[in-house]
């Protein structure tokens, strides 16, 4: 190894190690098939957050879900305007080319963008110094209202009810791509919403008729 070399890298090569001697070797068949093209039919929406890595939560195999992971799991709206709109580039290669049979969009407890946005902590930063979490997070303005209202800001109940809020928000942004409202309409996409919370481990699954999230038996 070079002598730039960190703890951080010498874990990460480690892990790497443990991976080709163990996973990648048992699952070898597995990668030569994933070698011709990737058939995922799950596309999972998750939040950055370290703890909540999709593939763990679900134990899936490499191929199965197709993921997007950013600051509290969010979707935007179906945008035309300029820009680099990376969520929608994901949604797109997801529904038109991947042609996925569902599309979950997974909260989490303690979420710290779910946070910044009820309390509007960055508001106002600079880009650079927080306010593109701002920007970003600002999708969660509408929602933002009647939890505060009902909840206040702080704690748990609050930041909760933010969490699964922002679950909802997404669901009704994918809905205005007119590719998901097809998929939908057509029977061909189904939309989830589920949040895991981080204290207990448990994954509960939205109801949207009711609105309200249940554990998973
Ligand atoms: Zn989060």
Sequence with gaps: MSQDTSAELTHLIDGYRRF???GWARRRERWE??????????????????????AQ?????PGEIFVV???????????TSPGHHGVSAALEFAVQVLKVREIV????????GCKAALTQSLLGAPRGEGGFIADWIGLLEDAREPVAAQFGI????????????????SL?????????????????????????????GVLHILDETSGDFSPVE
């Design 20 to 22: 080709r001697q163990t």
């Design 105 to 112: 969009v997974m909260g989490h407890g303690m979420c710290g």
């Design 154 to 169: 702080e704690g748990r109940p609050a930041e909760r009810a933010m969490e699964q809020a922002a679950v909802k928000v």
């Design 69 to 79: 992971r950013n600051v509290a799991a969010l979707v935007p709206p179906f945008e």
């Design 33 to 54: 098939e994933l070698r011709q093209a990737q058939e995922p039919r799950v596309m999972v929406i998750a939040c950055s957050d370290s703890r909540v890595d999709p």
């Design 57 to 61: 939560i679900f134990d899936v195999d």
């Design 172 to 200: 009704a942004n994918l809905r205005s791509f007119p590719c998901i409202r097809r998929g939908e309409r057509e029977g061909n996409l189904t939309l989830r919403g589920a949040f895991f919370a981080i204290s207990d």
